[in-house]
């Protein structure tokens, strides 16, 4: 019993209070600051620093590749995605908040500023093939994007270190 006690100490599901969901919400956030539009970050600094034209021109082909796909998903399936989406947000955000679900409340808090992230992508994906950015204007409009990125995840690590910290000392006082 005691082996057991130990594995679901390791995989609480008090969300908030679990070491793991942490080091998932800066892992999240860091890797969705460092894939922009689906292309590396360091990418786009060698692509401006380089003196040559071939990590410039593999950088504009990787950002064309990743706005093609991003628009084509958003064209064929965004009308049925966004349904989808918006009955399973709604339901984590009904589960969490309404019925007082840790753990709903821990995923929801994870997954609506992803979504943010996630419409935001699909707006810089049209601006970038409607005005047919490319060069250092290209750079730019990443370098923006990435900066709305890490805007919405710090005020979501905010927000969620703050709620995190209202449900534990609400856990200790009511537990």
């Not at 990787?62 to 796909?69: A, E, K, S």
């Not at 965004?78 to 918006?86: H, R």
């Not at 409009?141 to 890490?150: A, G, T």
């Amino acid at each position: 019993m005691d082996w057991y006690d130990n594995v679901f100490e390791l995989i609480d599901m008090r969300s908030f209070s679990n070491l793991w969901y942490w080091i998932a919400l800066a892992v999240t956030w860091s890797s969705a600051s460092h894939w922009v539009l689906g292309v590396p970050w360091d990418m786009a600094i060698r692509a401006r620093k380089s003196e040559s034209d071939a990590p410039m021109r593999d950088f504009q082909d990787l950002v064309r590749v990743n706005t093609n796909r991003i628009l084509y998903v958003a064209r064929e399936s965004g009308l049925l995605l966004a349904g989808l989406v918006a009955f399973a947000v709604t339901s984590v955000a009904l589960m969490g908040f309404v019925y007082d679900s840790e753990f709903a409340q821990a995923i929801f808090l994870l997954g609506f500023p992803l979504l943010l992230v996630a419409m935001l992508s699909v707006r810089t994906a049209h601006i970038i093939q409607d005005q047919a950015l490319a060069g250092e204007a290209l750079v730019k409009r990443i370098q923006r994007h990435r900066l709305h990125i890490q805007l919405i995840g710090m005020a979501s690590i905010f927000v969620t270190a703050m709620w995190g910290m209202y449900q534990n000392m609400n856990a200790n006082v009511l537990g």
